[in-house]
């Protein structure tokens, strides 16, 4: 519950950019095996994570609470305690997998840049940021949003947001080629 919290205190900072801004919530990437695509890699309880996708662009955000205690930052490496947990490696991996299934869906390319944001009241040192990869405190996430300007309208934002929603855009290839073999009856219809 602690971390589903603080990943709606994050997103709560994205709501508060307005209507041309929309949070998605996607099944966490790292759900899917790369051997067997299925469902047999347990989710990381560490993090949350969602989509902002607004007139700035794409952004998928990964939420790592750390609650009060302090945070250092040094490039590719992040401690909290002493431990290194590799958020920054699984923020990339996120928006990798985002945006092949979304590029997948359009039939375009579709860059999603990847943030890290931390929610906790402990004190956050940077002593060099991370190449490709955003890092904010969830009270500056609506500000780092917005600061690269606006590179789409908020039409097509609206677009893919409504593109995003669906889970079965998120499936793997094979999942999808199962998905698509259902037939959906309508009213009236039935099976016989």
Do not use: M
Not at 4 to 10: H, K, T
Not at 26 to 55: H, M, N, Y
Not at 91 to 117: D, F, Y
């Amino acid at each position: 519950r602690r971390i589903e919290a603080a990943g709606n205190r994050a997103a709560a900072r994205v709501e508060h950019l307005g209507p041309s801004w929309h949070v998605v919530t996607w099944p966490r990437t790292d759900l899917f095996s790369v051997a067997s695509r299925a469902f047999d890699v347990a989710p990381r309880k560490e993090q949350a994570g969602f989509l902002a996708i607004g007139p700035g662009g794409i952004f998928a955000v990964t939420v790592a609470d750390h609650g009060r205690t302090r945070v250092l930052i040094a490039g590719d490496v992040v401690q909290i305690n002493g431990r290194r947990p590799p958020y920054v490696t699984e923020a990339r991996r996120e928006a990798r997998q985002a945006s092949k299934a979304l590029t997948r869906a359009v039939g375009h390319n579709v860059p999603v840049v990847p943030v890290l944001t931390f929610v906790g009241s402990g004190v956050i040192s940077v002593y060099g940021l991370p190449k490709d990869c955003l890092v904010a405190s969830h009270q500056d996430l609506d500000r780092l949003l917005i600061a690269g300007g606006a590179r789409i309208s908020a039409h097509t934002a609206e677009k893919l947001a409504a593109l995003a929603r669906p889970p079965r855009t998120w499936l793997p290839e094979p999942a999808r080629a199962e998905a698509d073999r259902y037939r959906w009856y309508g009213a009236g219809e039935s099976a016989a």
